[in-house]
């Protein structure tokens, strides 16, 4: 079993910055990509960012140019730097990790971690 733990998120003001982190534990053979996705109320998850194992990133529009994705594959920690926040951003953030061993990828979730941007 793959265990995901966030952390990182809380209150912050328009135009501010947080920065989470998710660290993958457990019984793991091998984490190919990582990524966040968020989810408000009445809306479906949606991708946030992606990061391959070979560290290429990846970034819905709506994110880009403000959010950067990266990880350190020897600790299997994945971070989620997010600038210039907007109300928008407002959602609650979870972390996926793609769990390989023979031959199959298994999706593993984090717990989620609320995000809130607000005056």
């Known amino acids: 079993q793959v265990q995901l733990v966030e952390s990182g998120g809380g209150l912050v003001q328009p135009g501010g910055s947080l920065r989470l982190s998710c660290a993958a534990s457990?019984?793991?053979?091998?984490?190919?990509?990582m990524g966040w996705y968020r989810q408000t109320p009445g809306k479906q998850r949606e991708l946030v960012a992606t990061?391959?194992?070979?560290?290429?990133?990846n970034y819905s529009d709506s994110v880009k140019g403000r959010f950067t994705i990266s990880r350190d594959n020897a600790k299997n920690t994945v971070w989620l730097q997010m600038n210039n926040l907007k109300p928008e951003d407002t959602a609650v953030y979870y972390c996926?990790?793609?769990?390989?061993?023979?031959?199959?990828?298994?999706?593993?979730w984090g717990q989620g971690t609320q995000v809130t941007v607000s005056s």
């Open positions: 996926n990790a793609d769990h390989v061993r023979w031959g199959l990828a298994i999706p593993y």
């Open positions: 457990g019984s793991i053979f091998s984490i190919n990509a």
């Open positions: 990061i391959t194992g070979d560290g290429r990133p």
